[in-house]
């Protein structure tokens, strides 16, 4: 027995040692694994399957936001503007299937649609008028969201057909399909940025952008591509959180961009690029929401929960930086 | 390093399992048969609606349970701001989890929450609306046992009607909406102010939100230095206003109306900084929220109304105040009743 732990433990010094990116994860996943348990402890609810199935159905909406800005964060940038693309893509999909009675498949497009071009518009002034990211999208976080003013005019659309609700409240095999959905891009986005070409170029784009060009990497398309990803994948978020809440105003989504930003970080993906972590995003995603839920459940008063979140967030990175210093 | 990071962890650990153990260890062990309530309002600001409307439930059930020799557990949990709708219907999963018996939801948007009410309504979980008087529409779907609230359009053609008796036709009026839907609109009542003789050169959607309403209240007053009559959606946004107009060196030549007679704008009233505002006892409302919670633990659901509705009152003056604010509203925050009178 004795000589297996060791030859366990031995495996997992060598790996972590040739491998800083897992140690990274190895440490979140820890950071996580302990927040769980101390959750469980305060709450006697919180190990319940419809306690866990409820933090999944939550987070499923950040880990797509999270896995398209893990591209972007990777590639040195950032997207601030997500949360203001949720606010179009909702308008877009409420104005589609209920102001205008349209099939559902088409407001799902139009939702997919609108994030994307959201998306593509941040890309061109980032990629074409070399615009730093931060400075567009601070911008276009206020005009989107102000479009999504404009375009609803006021109103708020609600009372989606069951086949849309369907979206966020059916259930295949036992888990709500967010979660499905949210399992199937967090897939693909680990498997793509850790197995393909054009994802170790990103990663190679944000650790040393010249070093990148002079190997003969397309800097331009690889960050159209991101910066258009991250809105395809707003669209997608808001596909889900539009089904859940069932209604489309214009103000959905504010406060998005910091979540999910915050959870990318604690994550491990490196706010200045080069180091981008699908299996930390998870965690960090899983980790926020685990927290948020069971200091509810623990009946920790809502101040103290802004104040513990904070203090998390600030303790998990700061400890990873101390580590790496 | 190992050892730091390990004694960082340890620290993070300790500090989150101890508040947790004080915050576990500050309620008493509840009774089997203790009621537990789920109170989810957009804000639990004391100063706000919300915060006034918790103290008129809490006065209500601790009236009701002590005299029945019952206990109950109020939770009570807001989304981050009044836009944050998704927050919200997180919270109402929560309490599901939790397995509340009655929520008491003032929701973050009326139509907005329709998800929430769907997920409450098959729960079987009674459901209390607070704010709001209109019962669902049909074709919703959905219920609740009690809207405990006021009418929001009665209150912004009370505002409507009492500032046309004060101002010639003619004068420049801008309002300043909340969040953009049902409700800014009723408030503001822009058609009764045109059909007054109002001219509407101003409006803007400051989110609820006071700084959002000062600065819409700066914009305003440099595009149209004309403008006499300002009228705000709700109590944060007229003290923001309120401000703007001090800062700008106006008060007195404009006129800011207010929304709800929040004990700021009481304040404001009482300085002659704002003209007036429509108010509407939150105590008294809360208390109607939980006088349905009482009548259907009771097995007297039959005597519900399902459309609970205070009046409007417009607020001017000290004496306004002392004859129409319910005492609650000042002494609940620590504050003399009567107020000290000018």
């Known amino acids: 027995m004795a000589s297996i732990v060791q030859t366990v433990s031995g495996k997992w010094k060598e790996l972590g040692k040739n491998n800083p990116d897992f140690q990274i994860v190895a440490s979140t996943f820890l950071i996580f694994l302990g927040l769980f348990i101390i959750m469980a402890i305060g709450s006697d609810v919180f190990l319940r399957p419809r306690n866990i199935t409820n933090i999944l159905t939550q987070s499923a909406m950040y880990v797509v936001l999270g896995v398209g800005m893990t591209f972007v964060l990777t590639t040195g940038g950032i997207d601030i503007s997500v949360g203001s693309m949720v606010g179009i893509a909702t308008a877009v999909i409420g104005d589609i299937i209920v102001n205008h009675g349209m099939p559902v498949w088409l407001g799902l497009l139009g939702g997919l649609g609108a994030g994307l071009a959201c998306g593509m518009f941040n890309a061109a002034f980032i990629t074409f008028l070399k615009i730093p990211p931060i400075i567009v999208t601070l911008g276009t976080w206020t005009m989107f969201r102000g479009l999504a003013y404009v375009y609803l005019g006021g109103t708020i659309h609600y009372n989606f057909p069951r086949s849309f609700i369907a979206i966020a409240r059916g259930r295949f095999l036992g888990l709500p399909i967010p979660v499905w959905i949210a399992a199937v891009v967090f897939i693909w986005g680990h498997y793509f940025l850790t197995r393909t070409k054009t994802g170790r170029q990103i990663t190679a784009l944000g650790g040393n952008e010249e070093a990148a060009r002079l190997a003969g990497i397309n800097v331009k398309r690889l960050r159209f591509f991101v910066y258009s990803l991250m809105g395809f994948l707003a669209g997608l978020a808001t596909i889900i959180v539009t089904a859940r809440l069932d209604s489309s105003a214009a103000g959905t989504g504010a406060g998005f961009e910091m979540h999910t930003i915050a959870s990318v970080v604690i994550g491990g993906t490196s706010l200045f690029g080069g180091r981008g972590l699908m299996l930390g995003t998870l965690m960090g995603v899983l980790m926020l929401g685990v927290v948020e839920n069971g200091l509810l459940l623990a009946g920790i008063s809502f101040f103290w929960q802004r104040v513990l979140l904070g203090f998390i967030f600030v303790s998990v990175v700061g400890f990873r930086t101390v580590r790496e210093k | ?342």
């Open chain 2, 1 to 342: 390093m190992k050892t730091r990071v390990l004694v960082a962890f340890v620290v993070l650990a300790l500090l989150l399992g101890g508040t947790m153990a004080f915050a576990a260890g500050g309620r008493e062990a509840a009774r089997p048969d203790t009621l537990r309530i789920g109170y989810t309002p957009p804000t639990l600001d004391k100063a706000d609606f919300m915060g006034q409307f918790e103290e008129g439930l809490i006065k209500g059930l601790d009236e009701w349970t002590q005299a029945a020799g019952l206990e109950y557990e109020l939770f009570s949990r807001s989304p981050a701001d009044h836009a944050a709708h998704q927050q919200q219907l997180q919270i109402v999963e929560d309490f599901l989890t939790l397995g509340v018996d009655y929520i008491v939801l003032i929701p973050t948007s009326y139509e907005g929450q329709l998800g929430a009410y769907r997920m409450i309504n098959e729960e079987g979980i009674p459901l209390v609306i607070g704010n709001y008087s209109d019962p669902f529409p049909r074709d919703w779907g959905v219920s609740a046992m009690r809207f405990a609230g006021y009418s929001h359009y009665d209150a912004g053609v009370a505002m409507a009607e009492y500032v046309a008796e004060k101002y010639p036709s003619g004068t420049s009026m801008a309002i300043i909406y909340g969040e953009a839907g049902k409700v800014s609109e009723e408030r503001g009542a822009k058609e009764y102010h045109i059909a007054n003789g109002f001219n509407v050169v101003y409006e803007d959607y400051a989110d609820w939100d006071r700084v959002k309403a000062y600065d819409a209240t700066e914009r305003l007053l440099t595009a149209y230095p004309d403008v006499e009559v300002i009228i705000a959606c709700s109590s944060a946004m007229a003290v923001g206003a309120v401000q703007a107009v001090d800062a700008a060196g106006l008060t007195g030549q404009i006129d800011v109306y207010g929304a709800g007679a929040t004990i700021e704008e009481l304040d404001l009233i009482v300085d002659g900084r704002l003209a007036a505002a429509w108010f509407r006892d939150p105590i008294q409302i809360g208390e109607a929220a939980a006088e349905a919670i009482q009548l259907h633990h009771e097995g007297r659901e039959g005597e519900i109304t399902e459309a609970w509705n205070v009046p409007i009152g417009i607020i001017d003056s000290y004496d306004a105040i002392v004859e129409q604010v319910n005492p609650i509203t000042y002494t609940g925050m620590g504050r003399p009743w009567p107020p000290e009178r000018p």
